[in-house]
């Protein structure tokens, strides 16, 4: 299976090469997520970032920017001719999507949503960030572990407590821009078998 990210960098590539995209059939519940409101994800940013995915044997590469503003979320994805492949938005509680290649979006856009507000959005009801250690809290029918050093997130473990899906999605960090973002993100999703790369090149505090 190729959901989320993984299906969305196939679903860009594809519609320049002219090759299929696999139609899985996805629906919303089977990836499970309160889709919380992007003002959530804290101070108004504009990040410029390559996504690298892994399904298989396969890997692809496509260039998103990712602006934050207030309550709305916008991703704009790239295709590897510097055209628009997608955009994407999440306003409050809305979400818009428009493919500008001529292949049908074969998943929910909130799947998108959702690998962004578990890697980038701060989840604890503890306000006190962890300086060093291990943090364990069960969250809307997850488990959710988390490992900091130096008063970093550098690791991020979602279970689900009924074990539908099946597995572990596993987030690592490594480094950070002096605004927060994190320059290298990890998803590996024991859930649908891909593995994200996210690398943040460059960032603007807004």
Excluded at 30 to 55: C, E, H, I, N
Excluded at 78 to 105: C, I, M, S, W, Y
Excluded at 180 to 205: H, K, M, Q
Aim: aromatic share 10%.
């Amino acid at each position: 299976m190729k959901p989320a990210l993984a299906l969305l960098c196939s679903l860009a590539l594809a519609g320049c090469s002219g090759q299929p995209v696999p139609r899985p059939k996805l629906t919303a519940e089977m990836y499970p997520w309160r889709l919380r409101d992007p003002s959530a994800l804290g101070r108004d940013f504009l990040w410029q970032q390559r996504l690298t995915v892994k399904v298989g044997q396969r890997e692809d590469s496509l260039t998103v920017a990712v602006q934050k503003r207030g309550n709305a979320l916008t991703l704009i994805g790239l295709t590897p001719f510097n055209t628009k492949a997608f955009l994407l938005r999440q306003d409050g509680g809305e979400v818009q999507f428009q493919a500008f290649v001529n292949r049908e979006l074969p998943f929910p856009p909130r799947f998108v949503l959702i690998d962004v507000q578990r890697a980038y959005m701060a989840l604890a009801t503890d306000a006190t960030p962890a300086q060093f250690g291990y943090k364990s809290w069960p969250l809307d029918g997850e488990q959710i572990d988390e490992q900091y050093a130096d008063h970093q997130l550098t690791e991020r473990k979602f279970r689900r407590l009924d074990g539908q899906p099946q597995g572990t999605v596993r987030i690592r960090y490594q480094g950070r821009w002096p605004g927060g973002a994190p320059r290298r993100v990890v998803i590996d999703n024991g859930w649908f078998g891909y593995s994200l790369t996210v690398e943040t090149l460059a960032e603007t505090l807004l």
